[in-house]
Nanobody, 127 residues
Framework: QVQLVESGGGLVQAGASLRVACTAS????????MGWFRQAPGKERECVAA????????YYADSVKGRFSISRDNAQNTVYLQMNSLKPEDTDVYYC????????????????????WGKGTLVTVSA
């Protein structure tokens, strides 16, 4: 089992930056591709960013390209999502997920089954 715990969410104004983190415990973190997801009301959960196990490959949804950046520190068992130029439409609960031996692109495919999920951290962007 891998336990994922998100942190760093909060309330910010539009245009601000925020970094959220996801820390893993349990099994070895390094073989897992990691992703950040959000789910707007009435819509399927969307992968906004993903990173391969090595960190060498990334995926971003069109809606966040150029504004969000994903990174990982395998020594600290942590994946980060740096969010810049935040917009009110970025308001959501952000979930961290892991899938063993996946590519970053696979993580971005809607409906891809994840091995583990965190419980989420709320990001609220005020206008």
């Amino acid at each position: 089992q891998v336990q994922l715990v998100e942190s760093g969410g909060g309330l910010v104004q539009a245009g601000a930056s925020l970094r959220v983190a996801c820390t893993a415990s349990g099994r070895t973190f390094s073989p897992y591709a990691m992703g950040w997801f959000r789910q707007a009301p009435g819509k399927e959960r969307e992968c906004v960013a993903a990173i391969s196990a090595s960190g060498g490959d990334t995926y971003y949804a069109d809606s966040v390209k150029g504004r969000f950046s994903i990174s990982r520190d395998n020594a600290q068992n942590t994946v980060y999502l740096q969010m810049n130029s935040l917009k009110p439409e970025d308001t959501d609960v952000y979930y961290c997920a892991a899938r063993r031996l996946a590519t970053a692109q696979t993580m971005g495919v809607t409906g891809t089954r994840m091995d583990y999920w965190g419980k989420g951290t709320l990001v609220t962007v005020s206008a």
